[in-house]
């Protein structure tokens, strides 16, 4: 056993013999025979040449992915905002709901297609983000029915106001992979925006709406989506959709968590006071309305 790193010892110095006596022959050929020197190099120079392509091509290609996933990042963190999110995960508010409208003015109808809430200006397809078939779906690796009033109040708007029907899960899908969807948080505001260029809706951001505005849009058929802040609605952040207006003033509501709070007619001052104080991605009022032909 023992002669076998021997054998390996005098392998190695006698190739690396070899090698110097060949590199001081090489170097005696360049300047004794000039010609044969070429002839005798060129081919390795063009390997050597090869394998830099070969390798700096590499380097290049791994560079140019590098900087497309850092500039993929940039650009989710410049949409997705980098400050503080309104956690929209449910918590029930302190304040307990007022009596239900008069059906006449709204209510909640079982039809073949589904829940749909009668009263203003159109008919709003109602889904409750706490329904069995919804609230033990993910968002992203949320359950829907905690963290999902953004999507599922999405999934209402796009399909009442265009030809698609859309139900929440299937938002909260498009939420995920469009980056929408924020950990433990809910949805980035950047969704309201995303929903409206990706399913055809004419949007408007009114940060800053009174309440004689917010009745004449509503009393148009536009409907608007609200970022709440605690009070009548949450004890956090949470989307509801303002669906339409009524004769003496008041305002719809769909909460895609309460069908109590969908069923009762609103001050608007009492909405525009607890609206959340961001102002990004347009928060915290949205105008949409079906996109013009």
Not at 105 to 125: K, P, V
Not at 206 to 220: G, H, I, N, Q, Y
Not at 259 to 282: A, M, T, Y
């Amino acid at each position: 056993m023992s002669r076998c790193p021997r054998f390996k010892k005098i392998a190695a110095i006698s190739m690396l013999a070899v090698l110097c006596i060949g590199g001081m022959e090489l170097t005696a050929c360049r300047f004794a025979d000039p010609v044969l020197y070429e002839t005798i190099v060129t081919p390795a120079r063009q390997t050597a040449s090869s394998a830099w392509t070969a390798v700096s091509g590499g380097v290049s290609y791994a560079w140019d992915k590098a900087v497309s996933v850092v500039s993929r990042t940039a650009g989710a963190l410049q949409k997705n905002e980098a400050e503080p999110l309104d956690n929209q995960a449910v918590v029930e508010p302190d304040t307990e709901p007022a009596s239900p409208a008069d059906p006449t003015i709204t209510a909640l109808e079982q039809r073949e297609s589904g829940e749909i809430l009668t009263g203003g200006n159109r008919e709003i397809i109602y889904y409750n983000q706490a329904d069995a078939v919804w609230c033990d779906q993910t968002y992203g690796k949320d359950p829907l029915g905690q963290y999902g009033c953004g999507p599922t109040t999405l999934a209402m708007a796009v399909s009442s106001l265009t030809d698609r029907e859309v139900d929440p899960e299937e938002m909260a899908q498009w939420a995920v992979k469009n980056g929408y969807w924020a950990r433990h948080g809910g949805s980035y505001l950047s969704i309201v925006n995303g929903a409206a260029a990706d399913y055809g809706l004419e949007i408007e951001s009114v940060p800053d709406c009174d309440a004689e505005r917010l009745w004449l849009e509503l009393s148009t058929g536009k409907v608007a989506v609200a970022l709440m802040s605690k009070g009548h609605f949450t004890n956090g952040g949470h989307f509801i959709l303002l669906r339409g207006a009524t004769l003496d003033g008041g305002i719809l509501v769909a909460d895609s968590n309460s069908r109590d709070r969908s069923l009762i007619v609103w001050d608007p001052q009492i909405i525009l006071d607890e609206l959340s104080k961001s102002r990004n991605n347009g928060a915290p009022l949205w105008l949409l309305s079906p996109e013009k032909p």
